[in-house]
């Protein structure tokens, strides 16, 4: 009976510190779930694909983002979202419960980068802003922009998605595929399309490719918006009676084709080099966009204002002088582009 009475006293005290073991473990894993931890700073953790939740744990304590790796392991296998973890990067701000932090590798608020692609820029001056901003490759997006596959899926008539990637401001994880930026550039230049086309002259009978092309064209010879309208009017008529178009913009485009740069000088060679995007020794609208137009441009290609005149040129001011036949033209050469020239030189 002594011997039962010591064995029943030892289990009872083994059970007691059981019981306050698994109490003091319960407390602990209570108090690590309802606790914020972090320093109020940013810290960036990457989950590749794949990523197991044990890998997923050790990253964010090693990161910061929790105090215990495993504690977050059992709260993560707890709440069964081990399979529910997005992967990507993930930017982790101020002190966090266990479950905001959960919250966020379940719902996959990955961290964002905000790229702006101003009015104007060719194909290969917009691929190089999305790869410093860590989102894309550039010759992966290069390549995305003349994937015949892809443009086919789009939509899109030409050789390359030059002139259909919308400027805007875009909010982009990493690691999405280029494909997927292009697809999403495309619907915002439907979009603009779209509402310039509700906006369009009756008069005005281009397809969607030969709007862009020209509205590309009006992006590039003006950065006055009030003038685009009237820039318009003089490509449509000299479209309609047959005349070339004779714009720079389109020879400085044949030649980054034909050598790949540009060093900033048209030369006389350069204005009679026949090429398919030179609109001096070509009739009629090149072949594509020779760069991508921002609404206002798309909106004037659609909707030109009433006028006769078939010339204009700088005043040097950021403005046009526009008239309609070539004696008052090659008078507003002289006056603003020749004269002032030879008056700085002297």
Known sequence: MKALRV????VGALLVLLLAGALALWWQYRTFTATSFGPPGERDVEVPA?????AVAR?????GVVSDGMRFFLFARLQRAERKIKRGEYAFAGPLTPAQVLEMLVQGKVKTYRITVPE???LDEIAPL???AGVADAAKFLAAAHDRALLHRLGIEGSSAEGFLFPDTYVEPKGRAEAAILEEMVAHFRAAYAQAKAQADPAVHLTELQAVTLASIIEKETGAPEE???ISCVFHNRLRIGMPLQTDPTVIYAHILATGSF???ITKAMLLQ???YNTYTVAGLPPGPIANPGQASLNAALHPTACADLYFVSRGDGHSIFSGDLGSHNANVQRYQIAPYKHAQR
């Open 7 to 10: 064995l029943g006293l030892v």
């Open 50 to 54: 794949g990523s197991s939740l044990t």
């Open 59 to 63: 990253s964010l304590e090693g990161a």
């Open 120 to 122: 104007g820029l060719r």
């Open 130 to 132: 999305f790869a410093q």
């Open 228 to 230: 685009r309208p009237h």
């Open 263 to 265: 060093d900033g000088n």
């Open 274 to 276: 026949p090429h398919p």
